[in-house]
């Protein structure tokens, strides 16, 4: 199994950014995933998930501002975020969840916003 994220970049505050992540390894259109983030000197905070049958769901924090997805096709899930803002750096990572009855984790990205 190996998820592997990209598109980590500085962008300046009120930016955009599209993350993407990249799964193989297993059956990807039954797992589920999740993108969760690290602050710097903060724990991991679960931000947003879409099922298998491509329900999502989001952190109150980043509804309105970021949008999972799937391409079921491509073995990717996205995250597309929006009004970044300095408190949305740190290392994102994708997690696959539930394959074969635990979690795998990619290396992470970095988003770095500044003001």
Known sequence: ??????????????GSLTLSCVASGFTFTTAAFAWTRQAPGKELE???TVYADGRTDYVDSMKGRCTISRNNAKNQVYLQMSNLKPED?????CTA???GHRDYWGQGTQVTVFA
Not at 89 to 93: A, D, E, I, L, W
């Open 89 to 93: 750096t740190g290392v994102y990572y």
């Open 46 to 48: 679960w931000l947003s």
């Open 1 to 14: 199994v190996q998820l592997v994220e990209s598109g980590g970049a500085l962008v300046q505050d009120g």
């Open 97 to 99: 969840r539930g394959v």
